[in-house]
């Protein structure tokens, strides 16, 4: 069982996301946003064992996060997830940060699938 952080500002993709991944047997925590995730990673002293975050937030966004949460937390595996193509080109340089960038729409078992590839 592995401990994740779900960061995603539309409910009911973080509900369902979150549903899907503690179904799998995982402990799932959630933030509606970048700043409260960096908040609660910050918290959990880079305790999880993956942060799953869209790109696009208001506030703080996933690939903003994902650099200030790498730079205080370097073995962080963070897994980004968006609907939009130019979102993914923007996280293409984070190579060196990120495990991988999930395509939204998903389903139940591909992002099952994206967590269990992410953790290992």
Do not use: C
């Not at 897994?79 to 923007?90: D, S, V």
């Not at 190579?95 to 389903?107: A, C, H």
Request: charged content about 30%; overall charge negative; proline content about 2%.
């Amino acid at each position: 069982m592995a401990r994740i952080l779900i960061v995603e500002d539309d409910e009911s993709v973080r509900t369902f996301t979150a549903r899907a991944i503690a179904t799998a047997g995982h402990e799932v925590e959630t933030a509606e946003d970048g700043d409260e995730g960096l908040e609660s990673i910050r918290k959990a002293g880079g305790g999880y064992d993956l942060v799953l975050s869209d790109i696009r937030m208001p506030a703080m966004d996933g690939i903003e996060m994902a650099k200030l949460a790498a730079g205080e937390f370097p073995d962080l595996k963070i897994l980004l997830m968006t609907g939009y193509a130019e979102q993914r080109e923007r996280a293409a340089d984070l190579q060196q940060i990120i495990v991988d960038v999930v395509s939204k729409p998903f389903t139940l078992v591909e992002i099952r699938n994206k967590v269990q590839q992410a953790l290992g």
